[in-house]
């Protein structure tokens, strides 16, 4: 207790000094020999290495942080990991951008060492702000997705996943971004509504010259690809013509017309052209008709050579070309606006088409009721409706997830092709890792037709098949033998707008490899909305950068307004005005844990135990129930009912109350005894140290402060956040206690109000305080404090009578009436 404890509390030099500390001892260090604590582990996200750690972020990382420091101090082993999810688009797109260049303009290796180049920078960027905002996390277990080890990881799975026949190799279509040249998931199509135009078109009768149907389409240059004609098989209009054939403009060719349940008949005019493909519905249709495919769009977004004299053009080149055609043709009815929605790129925001390429496949939907059972009977959710999220998520999907990607970022699929009839050889696992275009299969000969020559596969993994493992691999898998010890993991968190991709690609992933759930509990946070109530988005111009509250209020200030700012699952406005409140709780703290450090001078925590007054017991019961509400509401991930709770206690109870009515006590302990001035230390001790640890989660670094000033000489820890988490006063709550404390304070409040009423200054003295209680227990509580009563008023004397009098009423008590004598 040597050094001066400083008037104000400045978060710039406490919190940077905290930091160093905890990771120099090692605090967070996970244990893998320890068999004595229960382990808790936390499937940390690895996030996209953006560069940017953003409010976003902010709100995700301070909710498991706040639970893996909870867990800490209650004794748990907590496993929390920090990893990088380095590959895939997102990169790739931005280097493209950086360098002023596309993939295919640089060797692949090289573009390679761009991407590593690009990653690495970020993440040095993103780790220096997740370290300033205190993050517990154990960087001894740090990992990066782009590393050849967890490529091995990786590639382990998939071969594992393809000799249990979860992963195939087959054509069908999937969706494709002719700007990145890739095909992509369903979880990746985005869906915007966009103004587009709907085409009326004229398609000739075949036999019945002179005679034509109307069709309507948004998507006039697929007409080449036209493979049939459907109406809907109630629509009178057009009855007479199913089974009839027309003739599709500018290519030679007749296709059928169906009648088919799909068909909306309020559509345009009711006839609609089957292309392959416009969209998933042509998609259905033409698998259950049997029709043939006719690819007139590319890879690369240009027509194909089946698009006749358009081969070559772009799709917007083709429409124009098209509509210009069609219209000198007299083929071209009308053209309406029409608003609709369209399936786009997640990454940048191109229309998505429906393309046929081999690609490899994971077999999900038979995993489908697997995976909803077990969402539903083993997993715990935080908060409990966004389960159906992942259930309906799964329950929706028509394809199979589409693993292979057309990019260079990525870990490579570990697989090569007999050169001569094509077989596929997949890699054994102690081949692993490996990347098929430079090293060629340990194999002498090709097993089936004995040829020794080889063809690697250049396709790559999707990002999420790196990323969706992380549950074994955080456990240890598959190098530690007793990984399963650290396996499911306890918590998975997750943004709401990620449980489609992450937690579902987690669940498919571990269930088919291990035949278990990858996690046990799921902790959803919402997204953060900018001030002006739309979500936050640099394009929106309400962006906030995460440094910027730090730097001005600290690291515990911006995780405070993460917590209080919302419920656990909703989305989170960004207030300044919410952190400047968690800024002022934490300087009120300040002052008050400083009076209380200069107040315990002579003090010894482990002295006998002294005698407690009434206003003790009452403070000793609240903080009771605050470390019941507090402990029941993060056993429920409800963080924001927990902070409020200790707020409330700290600033309301502890501070407005309790320290202002026994200063008297502790200034005078000549008048009142040694015995009570002990009374009032041993209960600003209690308080305070469980308030600082009640606290610890939230706002660590505060917290580290003042448990090393204060408290460290006496409970030993090396820090707060391996002490243990508080426990309610012995023999608290007392309600009785609590009824008088209530009646005692509330009558302080009112000697004060009175005063104040007579612009008496508050330490004005009085001659003496007359109260008329209406019940005997209210009159015995306040001579009980009369002390108390009598220091914090500056009165004389104090009549307490039993009955009706004269005076003003004292809110919240009927009848009790108070009146002062200056
Ligand atoms: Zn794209
Ligand atoms: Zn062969």
Redesign the pocket.
Same mark, same amino acid.
């Given at each position: 207790m040597a050094e001066p404890f400083p008037k104000d509390y400045d978060p710039r030099t406490v919190e940077p000094k905290w930091q160093e500390f905890w990771e120099r001892e090692g605090i967070y260090r996970f244990d893998w020999e320890d068999r004595e604590r229960p382990v808790f582990s936390i499937d940390t996200p690895p996030p996209y290495p953006s560069g940017d750690f953003h409010m976003g972020n902010v709100l995700n990382w301070t909710y498991f942080d706040v639970v893996a420091r909870y867990k800490r101090m209650r004794g748990y082993n907590v496993l929390f990991p920090q990893g990088w999810d380095c590959h895939g688009?997102p990169t790739e797109?931005r280097v493209e951008q950086k360098h002023g260049i596309t993939k295919t303009e640089v060797s692949p290796e090289e573009f390679r060492r761009l991407c590593m180049e690009f990653v690495e920078e970020n993440i040095e960027a993103m780790k220096k702000a997740i370290r300033r905002l205190g993050y517990s996390i154990d960087w001894s277990l740090e990992y990066k997705t782009m590393d050849p080890d967890y490529w091995r990881r990786t590639q382990l799975s998939f071969v594992l996943l393809y000799k249990k026949g979860y992963i195939y190799r087959a054509q069908h279509p999937v969706n494709w !971004?002719p %700007? !990145?040249g *890739?095909a992509?998931a369903d979880a990746e199509v985005e869906y915007a509504t966009r103004v587009d135009k709907l085409y009326f078109v004229r398609f000739p009768l075949a036999d019945r010259p002179g005679e034509h149907l109307s069709i309507a389409t948004t998507r006039p240059e697929l007409i080449p690809a036209c493979v049939a004609v459907a109406v809907h098989p109630d629509d009178e209009r057009y009855q007479a013509y199913v089974g009839k054939e027309l003739l599709v403009p500018f290519v030679d060719r007749r296709v059928r017309i169906f009648a088919d349940e799909m068909v909306d008949p309020e559509f345009g005019t009711g006839v609609v052209m089957i292309c392959t493909y416009g969209d998933k519905e042509d998609v259905r249709f033409v698998a259950r008709h049997g029709l043939p495919v006719i690819a007139c769009i590319g890879e690369d977004g240009r027509m194909t050579e089946r698009a006749g004299k358009y081969a070559g053009l772009t799709i917007e080149e083709a429409r124009e070309a098209i509509v210009r055609d069609l219209e000198a043709e007299g083929l071209l009815v009308k053209v309406e606006p029409i608003t609709h929605e369209v399936g786009t790129?997640? %990454? !940048?925001? *191109?229309p998505v088409e429906i393309l046929v390429r081999e690609q490899w496949f994971m077999r999900v939907r038979d995993l489908t009721d697997k995976v909803v059972k077990k969402a539903l009977e083993e997993i715990r959710w935080f908060p409990d409706y966004m389960k159906w999220r992942l259930v309906e998520w799964a329950r929706s999907l028509d394809w199979d997830w589409v693993i292979s990607r057309q990019r260079v970022f990525a870990t490579p699929i570990p697989a090569w092709y007999c050169a001569r009839c094509g077989h596929v050889i997949v890699a054994e696992p102690e081949w692993l890792p490996v990347d098929p275009k430079k090293e060629p299969p340990r194999l002498d000969a090709c097993p089936r037709c004995g040829c020794r020559e080889f063809k690697p596969e250049t396709d790559v993994l999707d990002t999420w098949f790196d990323s969706s493992i992380t549950c074994a691999v955080h456990a240890g898998w598959p190098d530690r033998p007793d990984w399963r010890r650290f396996f499911p993991a306890d918590l998975h968190p997750s943004g709401y707008d990620i449980i489609r991709t992450w937690a579902y690609y987690l669940m498919v992933r571990h269930l088919a490899l291990f035949d278990e759930v990858p996690f046990k509990a799921c902790l959803i946070n919402g997204m953060v909305l900018g001030t002006d109530g739309r979500m936050m988005h640099k394009s929106y111009g309400n962006y906030v950068p995460a440094t910027e509250p730090i730097e001005r209020y600290g690291a515990d200030a911006t995780r405070w307004w993460a917590i209080a700012g919302g419920t656990t699952g909703s989305d989170v406005p960004f207030r300044w005005e919410e952190v400047r409140h968690g800024w002022r709780f934490l300087r009120k703290l300040w002052n008050a844990a400083r009076f209380t450090y200069l107040q315990l001078e002579g003090f010894g925590p482990g002295e006998s135990k002294p005698e407690l007054q009434l206003l003790d017991r009452w403070l000793l019961s609240k903080l009771a129930r605050t470390v019941q509400v507090a402990t029941e509401a993060l056993e429920e991930c409800r963080f924001n009912t927990a902070l409020m709770a200790i707020r409330d206690f700290t600033w309301h109870v502890f501070c407005d109350h309790y320290i202002e009515a026994v200063k008297h006590r502790l200034y005078n302990p000549e008048l009142h005894g040694r015995e009570s001035r002990r009374a009032a230390q041993h209960t600003l001790y209690t308080a305070l140290y469980s308030i600082v640890r009640l606290l610890a989660p939230f706002c660590p670094h505060i917290a580290e402060e003042l448990y090393q000033r204060i408290f460290r000489p006496f409970e030993g820890h090396k820090s707060v956040h391996i002490a243990p988490w508080p426990e309610p006063p012995e023999g608290f709550p007392d309600s009785e206690a609590e009824k008088a404390g209530d009646l005692v304070v509330t009558v302080i409040g009112a000697v004060r109000r009175e005063k104040a009423k007579r612009r008496l200054p508050l330490n004005a003295p009085l001659e003496a305080i007359l109260v008329f209680a209406p019940e005997s227990w209210q009159a015995e509580a306040i001579r009980a404090c009369e002390a108390d009563v009598l220091g914090t008023c500056k009165a004389r004397r104090l009549e307490v009578s039993v009955g009706e009098g004269e005076g003003e009423e004292v809110r919240g008590y009927p009848g009790l009436r108070i009146s002062i004598k200056p």
């Open positions: 688009l797109v !971004c %700007r !990145c *890739t992509i790129c997640w %990454r !940048c925001h *191109t």
